[in-house]
Structure formats: structure tokens, C-alpha cells
């Protein structure tokens, strides 16, 4: 069965400090992946996505997440925090094979930004 | 082009009453789907709609419905809420041409189940 698992359930991280969220999925092959972006009371926002090739891929914000099929990883990276990124973080994946648009979603991880 | 909005964006109903919750997709696009989150289930995937089709169905009772119209508009239909149906209930729409393409979503709408 598809899963993923965000380790963090919370991060607290200085401004202006390194970030990098974790995430690693369970699924038979390669599986599409995302990371969406959830500020208090809103909607999720599309961060990046991997589909195939470059396994690393850049997003919006300044955000980039790095693919490793070998760790069934997909680790979101941000090398300067900024206060506006507080909000909390979703990695999910996406089935290959069959129209489906069905996500699974991890439990995400809420970060919070210290001045 | 504007985004996927939901309609209303809060509501307060009591139990064994239903609700309809309304989404409207990203113009173009063919396929709506539907997410229920709460703090302690996360975020679970409901039904999927295209060309006025479900396509998908997630692990929910039959209180829990939808349908799609010939203009992408979708409804989801809860019928006999109950306490533990409070949540936030995000629609997500897409072009419905290939397989787990970007879904983008909406504001939600929070029911509170009293």
C-alpha cells in the first residue's frame, strides 16, 4: 500500500537558517511526487513537484526538493528561512499507472520561524 | 485565471442534518477532487470527478457523496452529519488529461458539526 511518512511533526528554525524537511514514501515504483504549503485557514499551495528526470527540482519561494529512488526520499530543502515560511508542510504522492488524480498525503510538518 | 473557489467558506450545522459544499475548478479544467482534513486523520482523499464521472473513491461511507456538472462545477453531499464529520473540506482541481497531474486547490470550506 502507498504511504508517506514526515517524520517532524514540528521544526523550529531560526531566520536566516537552513531548512530541510523530510519525507519518505512507501510505493511499488517510482510514484509522482509533491510538496504543498499550508498557511493557517487557507488551502494548500503547490511548492514543487517530480514527475521523472532532474532529481532535483526546483520550486517557488526558494524551495527545492531532491528525488532518491535508494531512500524512497523526497526531502524539501530551503537554504535561507524567512519568517513568511512559517506554515506547515505536505509531502504527497501520486500513483503511476491509471487516470487517477488521487494524492496521499503525509501528516505534515509544522514549521515555525524564530526572529 | 482565477483559482479554484469554494463555496460558503465556514459552516455550522448540527447532527443527523446534511450539507452540500460547492467547488468551482480552474477554468479548463475537467477534473475536481475532493479531500476531507482533520487534525487527526490528516488529509484523506474523498472522490474524484471527471467529465461528470467519479473516477475515484476513497474509503468514506456512503453518507458521503458527490457529483460533477457538465461545466466542471462539482458537489459533495454529506448527508446525517456527525460530530467527527467536522473538518475542512478542500476541493482540488485539475486538467483531468493525464494520470496524478499538478492538482491545485482551493481556500476550503471548515464545517463545524455541533
Known amino acids: 500500500a502507498q504511504s508517506v511518512t514526515q517524520p517532524d511533526i514540528h521544526i523550529t528554525v531560526s531566520e536566516g537558517a537552513s531548512l530541510e524537511l523530510r519525507c519518505n514514501y512507501s510505493?511499488?515504483?517510482?510514484?509522482?511526487l509533491f510538496w504543498y504549503v499550508q498557511s493557517p485557514g487557507q488551502g494548500l499551495q503547490l511548492l514543487l513537484k517530480?514527475?521523472?528526470?532532474?532529481?532535483l527540482v526546483q520550486g517557488i519561494k526558494g524551495f527545492e526538493a531532491e528525488f532518491k529512488r535508494s531512500q524512497s526520499s523526497f526531502n524539501l530543502r530551503k537554504p535561507s528561512v524567512h519568517w513568511s515560511d512559517a506554515a506547515e508542510y505536505f509531502c504527497?504522492?501520486?500513483?503511476?499507472?491509471?487516470?487517477?488524480?488521487?494524492?496521499?498525503f503525509g501528516t505534515g510538518t509544522l514549521l515555525a520561524v524564530q526572529p | 485565471k482565477a483559482g479554484v473557489t469554494q463555496t460558503p467558506r465556514y459552516l455550522i450545522k448540527t447532527r443527523g442534518q446534511q450539507v452540500t459544499l460547492s467547488c468551482s475548478p480552474i477554468?479548463?479544467?475537467?477534473?475536481v477532487s475532493w479531500y476531507q482534513q482533520t487534525p487527526g486523520q490528516g488529509l484523506q482523499f474523498l472522490f474524484e470527478?471527471?467529465?461528470?464521472?467519479?473516477?475515484n473513491k476513497g474509503n468514506f461511507p456512503g453518507r458521503f457523496s458527490g457529483r460533477q456538472f457538465s461545466n466542471s462545477r462539482s458537489e459533495m453531499n454529506v448527508s446525517t452529519l456527525e460530530l467527527g464529520d467536522s473538518a475542512l473540506y478542500l476541493c482540488?482541481?485539475?486538467?483531468?488529461?493525464?494520470?496524478?497531474?499538478?492538482?491545485?486547490f482551493g481556500p476550503g470550506t471548515r464545517l463545524l458539526v455541533l
Open positions: 477554468s479548463g479544467h475537467r477534473s
Open positions: 510505493y511499488g515504483a517510482t510514484p509522482y
Open positions: 470527478y471527471f467529465s461528470e464521472t467519479q473516477r
Open positions: 482540488a482541481s485539475s486538467t483531468g488529461t493525464g494520470e496524478s497531474e499538478t492538482q491545485y
Open positions: 517530480y514527475f521523472s528526470g532532474d532529481t
Open positions: 504527497a504522492v501520486g500513483a503511476r499507472g491509471g487516470a487517477t488524480n488521487k494524492l496521499i
